[in-house]
């Protein structure tokens, strides 16, 4: 079954008086428990596709779908509890809270949801990512890789269906890059996780069961087992 759908998605932004397409009519599917990467030039769509896959942004038309819920149509104070619930982001730029230690960082949105921190669950999640006994630190006390290793295991602490990254490796050196894409990798062996994402670097790319390319805003092919045909 597809952990995402995007049925012809399109937006664009108002610059001044113009419109800018960023995605044109952009239709995928990606199956549930693989690892996605979308590559394509800059300013192709890429960082619009996830935002908008994410809930984070909204297509002008065109339906997103996580699981069987159609999340376009949510209205804004629906999306947020279901993406709380239910999808994971990891950013580029880690967005780690400075005055927080790794622990309340990565038990932060399950405080945003109302849920129970269960410790066993931080311990075992913290531990995946390579930080085991690193909990009490403050992201300032953590190289590049790690504030990256904490982001993600952010991302992974409700359980999510879907977690999306955008450009997870852009700031890290190369070893470490692949470090976390290993990371990424056997999160979705694991724990059956579903990831999708951005980078602009074929070398990540290739960690990924499949690659969806973008051009100008359009899908512009595939290659593994992502599909730019709908699933119904
Ligand atoms: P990529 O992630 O592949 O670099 P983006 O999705 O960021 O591509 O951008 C796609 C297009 O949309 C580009 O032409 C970009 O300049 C434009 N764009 C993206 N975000 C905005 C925004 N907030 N306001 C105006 N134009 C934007
Ligand atoms: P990336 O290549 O990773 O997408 P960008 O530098 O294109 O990063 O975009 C970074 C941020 O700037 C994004 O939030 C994007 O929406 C915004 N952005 C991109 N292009 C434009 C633009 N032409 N005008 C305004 N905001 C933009």
């Not at 002008?60 to 069987?68: A, E, I």
């Not at 085991?132 to 300032?140: F, N, V």
């Not at 269906?161 to 979705?188: K, N």
């Not at 994402?197 to 593994?224: C, E, K, N, R, Y």
């Amino acid at each position: 079954s597809a952990a995402l759908q995007l049925q012809g998605i399109s937006k664009s932004y108002r610059s001044g008086s113009t419109a800018v397409p960023a995605l044109r009519d952009v239709s995928l599917a990606v199956p549930a428990g693989t690892f996605t990467a979308v590559m394509g030039p800059s300013g192709s769509g890429k960082s619009t596709l996830l935002q908008c896959a994410a809930g984070l942004d909204s297509p002008d038309s065109g339906k997103v779908l996580l699981g069987n819920t159609e999340i376009s149509r949510l209205r804004s104070s629906a999306l947020t509890r279901f993406r709380r619930d239910h999808v994971g982001f990891v950013f580029q730029s880690y967005n780690l809270l400075p005055q927080l230690t790794v622990a309340a960082n990565t038990t932060l949105p399950l405080l945003l949801a109302g849920r129970e921190t269960d410790h066993e669950w931080l311990d075992y999640v913290l531990e995946a990512v390579g930080l085991a006994g690193l909990g009490e630190r403050k992201p300032q006390e953590l190289s590049g890789g790690q504030q990256q290793r904490a982001a993600i295991a952010r991302a992974l602490i409700t359980r999510p269906d879907v977690v999306f990254a955008d450009e997870p490796t852009g700031a890290l050196d190369s070893g470490t890059a692949r470090q976390v894409l290993d990371l990424l990798r056997h999160t979705v062996s694991a724990l059956n996780q579903t990831v999708v994402m951005v980078t602009h670097d074929p070398i990540a790319a290739s960690h990924a069961d499949s690659v969806i390319f973008l051009a100008d805003g359009q899908l512009d092919g595939s290659l593994g087992n992502a599909s730019s045909r709908d699933v119904a």
